[in-house]
């Protein structure tokens, strides 16, 4: 069984900037949530997409959005990108959704921010 | 204020001895516990759920769960340096969006 696919998984962008993640979760799986991961911040929940509509979002910006089509595939999009979004951007697939927490991460997308 | 509090480590423990990771949460409301393991440069893996008060078991790892003390902990019997890690404390409570904590970094020395 195929697990989360993340790509790309390394990218450097500049301030200003946008960039586009994406995700595409485990088969089977209706639930795609995101997460940016930082030393100092630890794993923070941004949102989560359960058959195509946004069901819960974190505490970030509007310039933190993302979407989801039909097939599950999930895709997230930073805008004006400023120095402190460089972080592990990570999704993770469930079967019923965030709120049974067993989520499965994919490997992540670095982005820095130069 | 932080709501999922754990002791950053790192937490060194000898090959074959019990590693106790200690996790405390605020929201009483909290209804799923989970620990996750995250490898250095990996993503985080499931490796323990628990919603009940009391001991899960599987294999070597056991979580303990105490509501009333709004902890939970997870051990690691017979240690092995593959298990050197950072182990992620998680919950979900009523607004159904995991919180998780900042992970305690475990070190298994031979």
């Known amino acids: 069984k195929a697990g989360v696919t993340q790509t790309p998984r390394y990218l450097i962008k500049t301030r200003g900037q946008q960039v586009t993640l994406s995700c595409s979760p485990i088969s089977g799986h209706r639930s795609v949530s995101w997460y940016q991961q930082t030393p100092g911040q630890g794993l923070q929940f941004l949102f989560e997409y359960f058959s195509e509509t946004q069901r819960n979002k974190g505490n970030f910006p509007g310039r933190f959005s993302g979407r989801q089509f039909s097939n599950s595939r999930s895709e997230m999009n930073v805008s004006t990108l400023e120095l402190g979004d460089s972080a592990l951007y990570l999704c993770?697939?469930?079967?019923?959704?965030?709120?049974?927490?067993?989520?499965?991460f994919g490997e992540g997308s670095r982005l820095t921010v130069l | 204020q932080k709501e999922v509090e754990q002791n950053s480590g790192p937490l060194s423990v000898p090959e074959g001895a019990i590693a106790s990771l200690n996790c405390t949460y605020s929201d009483r409301g909290s209804q799923s516990f989970f620990w996750y393991r995250q490898y250095s440069g990996k993503s985080p893996e499931l490796i323990m759920s628990?919603?009940?008060?009391g001991d899960k078991e599987d294999g070597r790892f056991t979580a303990q769960l105490n509501k009333a003390s709004q902890y939970v902990s997870l051990l690691i019997r017979d240690s092995q340096p593959s298990d050197s890690a950072t182990y992620l404390c998680a919950l979900v409570g009523g607004s159904y969006i995991p919180t998780f904590g900042r992970g305690t970094s475990l070190i298994v020395h031979p």
């Open positions: 628990i919603y009940s008060n």
């Open positions: 993770a697939s469930s079967f019923t959704g965030t709120n049974t927490g067993e989520l499965f």
